[in-house]
């Protein structure tokens, strides 16, 4: 996941502090400044799942791909971020590994409705400029299905599944 912030000389930048690790840089390849990512080396998952379900992308090209785990990649990865960026444009931080609603942990498991349900959540959850925060709110105050709960599902593989009451 990335992150952006305001620099005064540059204006808004991505920033991805886990490729910074020197370990991630060499395995990976990275070829640019972690901290500068540019704007056509990352989308955001509305972005993805728009590209994704036209066919102009790869499922698989999504996701992680954790050694030590199974693989979690392809369109359900893509589906629940854009479930998981709704919420925090919405000012709603949960984790990456924290699931509500509409969650399916497999491609075979997302269903035509719950495609479509993403199809209308990516349009919102974008980079678009202008955003349109009226949209994105209406849809998550009105949807229970993304809307996040007082207490969800946490899968950190730290931890261990366990339920998490969010404050």
């Known amino acids: 996941m990335v992150t952006e912030y305001w620099d005064s000389e540059r204006g808004w930048l991505l920033a991805d502090p886990e490729l910074a690790d020197p370990m991630?840089?060499?395995?990976?390849?990275?070829?640019?400044?972690?901290?500068?990512?540019?704007?056509?080396?990352?989308?955001?998952?509305?972005?993805a799942w728009q590209a994704i379900r036209a066919g102009e992308a790869d499922p698989k090209a999504f996701g992680l791909h954790p050694p030590q785990e199974g693989p979690m990649f392809g369109e359900w990865?893509?589906?629940?971020?854009?479930?998981?960026?709704?919420?925090?444009l919405n000012k709603v931080e949960t984790l990456l590994w924290d699931i509500w609603g509409t969650e399916a942990?497999?491609?075979?498991?997302?269903?035509d409705a719950i495609r479509e349900l993403y199809d209308q959540t990516s349009l919102v959850a974008?980079?678009?400029?202008p955003f349109n925060f009226n949209a994105a709110r209406n849809?998550?105050?009105?949807?229970?299905?993304?809307?996040?709960?007082?207490?969800?599902l946490s899968l950190a593989p730290?931890?261990?599944?366990?339920?998490v009451t969010l404050r």
């Open 139 to 152: 849809l998550f105050a009105q949807n229970d299905k993304l809307r996040t709960p007082r207490t969800v």
């Open 77 to 88: 990865f893509v589906a629940d971020n854009v479930r998981l960026d709704l919420a925090m």
């Open 105 to 111: 942990d497999s491609d075979d498991k997302l269903t």
């Open 24 to 47: 991630v840089i060499d395995t990976w390849e990275v070829d640019f400044d972690p901290m500068d990512v540019p704007r056509d080396r990352f989308l955001v998952a509305g972005k």
């Open 158 to 163: 730290f931890n261990g599944p366990s339920q």
């Open 126 to 129: 974008s980079d678009d400029v």
